[in-house]
């Protein structure tokens, strides 16, 4: 393993350790009834003027870095998989994203 490598893998180490607690916060969050999660009202405030969620922004952040990671390494993280594919979801007939946030919780616990 090259330093590069080694390097990597540390920062790894760190962004899923954040990523994982920060997950399980918003998640928690989100199941009470807060929405921005999962973005699937994005559509209606754009500038993200009145739903803000910073929290929820970094982790979309840190899935997507993880999962850059990751395929340097030839592997995949299944929980930002999951978490990626949730903020992917979109219709009317989607879920909303407290109860996406409760199944997910569930999903994780049982795990």
């Given at each position: 393993m090259t330093k590069?490598?080694?390097?990597?893998?540390?920062?790894l180490i760190q962004l899923e350790s954040e990523f994982l607690s920060l997950l399980l916060s918003c998640l928690?969050?989100?199941?009470?009834?807060?929405?921005?999660?999962?973005?699937?009202n994005d559509h209606v405030d754009p500038e993200?003027?009145?739903?803000?969620w910073p929290e929820a922004?970094?982790?979309?952040?840190?899935?997507?870095?993880?999962?850059?990671?990751?395929s340097e390494f030839g592997e995949t993280n299944e929980t930002c998989e999951r978490f990626i594919q949730l903020c992917s979801l979109r219709g009317a007939n989607v879920l909303g994203e407290p109860t996406l946030a409760s199944d997910f919780l569930a999903?994780?616990?049982?795990?």
């Open positions: 590069h490598q080694k390097i990597q893998e540390r920062r928690r969050e989100c199941e009470q009834g807060r929405w921005g999660l999962f973005g699937q993200v003027l009145y739903w803000g922004k970094r982790l979309r952040n840190l899935a997507e870095e993880i999962r850059s990671l990751r999903s994780l616990k049982n795990a």
